[in-house]
């Protein structure tokens, strides 16, 4: 879940928000420099009186907003933290990475929870996770392979959900140059999945493919064989032989809060 959602989400349920901010422009340019060190721990504290300033007395649909997206990292804070933890699971020489991941989903959950106690709202207690998903990944903390796959559909999902929301930041340059920092790194940490993935022998590339997830859940990957962008027929354009595949690598296509929720309800106790 990329943290621009949250402001964009935010917009629709209070279109002053940044005039509660004062000018929206100026408040924002100054945040969109810590885009690359979100993991600090001086941000949480930052967004925080942000809130805090924006809503003396917070609404309820912002503190929905906010819970929203914390439990969505604390799924996948959950998830990285007991697979660095769970010995014998990751090959050495992939530790450090899932580490890195680690510890960026858990300043995601630091960072979130900060920010909805500044704006005066209680954050949402952990949820319990059933990360087989109810039996479909039974062996996910034994098997790395079934690990990696858990892992791609987390993060491919990821990466749509802010595509979903992505158009609703157009009107502000500053702000969506900032997500789309935020969005680049995400992006990557799905590459990365990929990428060892691929290593291992399963049927991916460092980026997705059709709506094939190589053994991850279908759902994440509904709609990505898409070929056509803006009413642009992209196969063959101009004469260039272009495949289908080749199209259908050339965007993420977005998915809907809706479509976010069906795909990771299954990893809900």
Request: proline share 3%; aromatic share 12%.
């Amino acid at each position: 879940m990329n943290f621009f959602n949250i402001f964009s989400e935010a917009e629709k349920s209070d279109p002053e928000i940044y005039e509660r901010l004062n000018d929206r422009r100026a408040a924002f340019k100054q945040f969109s420099g810590f885009a690359s060190k979100v993991a600090v721990l001086s941000v949480p504290f930052v967004i925080g009186s942000m809130f805090k300033k924006a809503y003396a007395g917070t609404n309820d649909a912002i503190t929905d907003v906010l819970n929203f997206a914390l439990t969505l990292e604390y799924l996948e804070a959950e998830f990285y933290t007991k697979g660095v933890s769970t010995a014998g699971l990751i090959p050495a020489g992939d530790v450090a990475g899932f580490t890195s991941i680690r510890d960026h989903e858990n300043a995601h959950v630091n960072f979130l929870k900060t920010a909805i106690q500044g704006a005066g709202a209680t954050p949402v207690s952990k949820p319990s996770f059933d990360f087989t998903a109810k039996g479909t990944f039974a062996d996910v903390f034994s098997n790395y392979n079934t690990f990696l796959a858990v892992s791609q559909a987390f993060e491919d999902t990821g990466v749509r959900a802010y595509k979903g929301q992505a158009g609703n930041l157009v009107s502000n340059k500053t702000v969506l140059t900032a997500a789309l920092q935020i969005h680049s790194v995400e992006a990557r940490h799905a590459s990365h999945v990929r990428y060892i993935r691929q290593l291992k022998g399963a049927s991916v590339k460092p980026w997705i493919t059709g709506n094939s997830g190589g053994g991850a859940p279908a759902a994440v990957y509904a709609g990505e064989e898409n070929t056509t962008q803006a009413g642009v027929t992209i196969t063959n354009i101009n004469g260039m032989s272009i495949s289908s595949e080749d199209a259908s690598e050339a965007f993420d296509e977005p998915l809907t809060k809706d479509q976010v929720l069906a795909i990771v309800q299954p990893f809900f106790a």
